[in-house]
């Protein structure tokens, strides 16, 4: 999937019909290798915790995926999170089927955000690219339960009883394409079983 950006006059863009349909919306090559490079660096000073988890609070800032955000939320946007999410090579660590958007609301009072994924490598399902159930978003945020595994990077889950796999897709991204998404949207990913890193970094924005 790709979209032109431009939220003018109030108009409603073709990205935002298609993100308010299906619950996310992929844009191709958003951000110049200059910019991946610099958060790649970024990321290399830092330290990754044992489920690839790294705290991001003071990465460089892009315009772009504050605009991105913005589009899609149709108001202004405050970035209030930011990590970045690492698979090493042959890594088995994976997210089960989740919402987001449950703990915002619980924990921090956030109803209107939105994630915007970036792509650092090649991703897709030969590495743990994301997976996503279009539409799912129209169904209310619910807690999430413990999943008993030790290779769940949040160690949280969705209620299997709303997890319809049978219409998931995966999401196939190049390095500086994003995919952002709905707090409410089921997603997940796999283990990453290629020979090389997958890396992403994730924006959380919320409307002001």
């Known amino acids: ?74 108001t202004r946007a405050e970035l209030f999170g930011a990590t970045f999410v690492v698979k090493p090579p042959a890594s088995p660590w994976r997210v089960s089927w989740h919402q987001d958007g449950e703990p915002w609301q619980r924990q921090w009072g956030i109803e209107h955000a939105v994630t915007v994924w970036v792509s650092l490598d090649p991703t897709g399902p030969h590495n743990g690219g994301l997976r996503m159930i279009p539409g799912s978003h129209r169904r209310a945020a619910h807690a999430l339960e413990p999943v008993d595994s030790e290779f769940d990077v949040f160690g949280w889950a969705s209620p299997a009883h709303l997890v319809d796999e049978t219409t998931a897709v995966d999401v196939t991204l190049e390095v500086g394409d994003v995919s952002a998404h709905h707090p409410a949207v089921m997603h997940a990913s796999g283990p990453n079983a290629s020979d090389g890193p997958r890396r992403a970094l994730s924006l959380r924005y919320r409307g002001t």
Do not use: K
């Open 1 to 74: 999937m790709d979209g032109a950006l431009g939220h003018e006059g109030g108009a409603v863009s073709e990205l935002r019909r298609r993100y308010d349909r299906d619950g996310f919306v992929v844009v191709q090559q958003l951000l110049d290798q200059d910019t991946v490079q610099l958060w790649q660096r970024h990321l290399d000073t830092l330290d990754a915790a044992t489920n690839g988890l790294v705290p991001a609070q003071h990465i460089p800032r892009h315009p772009a995926t504050s605009s991105l955000a913005s589009e899609l939320l149709g």
